[in-house]
């Protein structure tokens, strides 16, 4: 079954505590991202993968680190988490870009991250 | 830039009612991708559909249409006869091909009452 792959699903930490959220993922996709949903402001992207070794800034990448050491893994970390970052995170992976699949080629989700800092 | 806008917070309608959720898009690309997902109390997105910008044709699954319209530059999504399991919040996202991100709007609170 083609699926992205979280864990935790919860976390409750304090500040400054380091933490690392991982993702992998099943369909050889080259392509990884990070989001995070905060109420009112829907998903923002935080940083993204286009192949193993190859990150790059989203939107909000302030206060986070990504590698991709492995193409199905593109784990999250938080070097000093902080209040500010308490949110639902959501690791995403597809095709190379959505111009290349199929018709209805989407974004596969993990099932998301609840992160709360203390 | 590319930017996303979902107008309408919540919406509460009545079981069987039709629903429609407003989106529309702003981007210079002339090659983009519409989606949508829902994402139910549980809290996982769920992929509805995608439409390339190069496709105008108007889908329908079941009790779900969307309605793609490059002049108004909206991409809206009706439910018809609604029922209590469509309550979620669903997000319109935008991806450009010169980009690598989805762009979501701020998505619309669904509530099917019965």
């Known amino acids: 079954e083609a699926q992205v792959t979280q864990n935790p699903r919860y976390l409750i930490t304090v500040t400054g505590k380091k933490l690392t959220v991982t993702c992998s993922q099943n369909?050889?996709?080259?392509?990884m991202s990070w989001y995070r949903q905060d109420p009112g402001l829907g998903l923002r992207q935080i940083y993204y993968?286009?192949?193993?070794?190859?990150?790059d800034k989203g939107d909000v990448p302030e206060g986070y680190k990504v590698s991709r050491k492995e193409k199905r893994n593109f784990p999250l970390i938080l070097e000093s988490p902080s209040p500010n970052q308490t949110s639902l995170y959501f690791c995403?992976?597809?095709?190379?870009?959505f111009g290349r699949g199929l018709r209805n080629t989407e974004a596969f989700f993990g099932q998301g991250t609840r992160l709360t800092v203390v | 830039a590319q930017k996303v806008t979902q107008a309408q917070t919540e919406i509460s309608v009545v079981e069987k009612e039709d629903v429609t959720l407003d989106c529309v898009y702003e981007?210079?690309?002339?090659?983009?991708?519409l989606f949508w997902y829902k994402q139910p109390p549980s809290g996982e997105l769920v992929f509805l559909i995608r439409r390339n910008s190069f496709d105008e044709q108007n889908e329908i699954s079941g009790r779900y249409s969307w309605n793609f319209q490059k002049s108004t530059s909206s991409f809206n999504f009706t439910i018809t006869a609604s029922q209590v399991v469509d309550s979620a919040v669903y997000f319109c996202?935008?991806?450009?091909?010169?980009?690598?991100?989805?762009?979501f709007g701020k998505g619309t609170s669904l509530l099917v009452t019965p």
């Open positions: 369909m050889n996709h080259e392509y």
């Open positions: 996202a935008l991806s450009v091909n010169s980009g690598y991100a989805l762009n």
């Open positions: 993968s286009m192949n193993v070794e190859v990150t």
């Open positions: 981007t210079r690309d002339t090659t983009y991708y």
């Open positions: 995403a992976s597809s095709l190379r870009d």
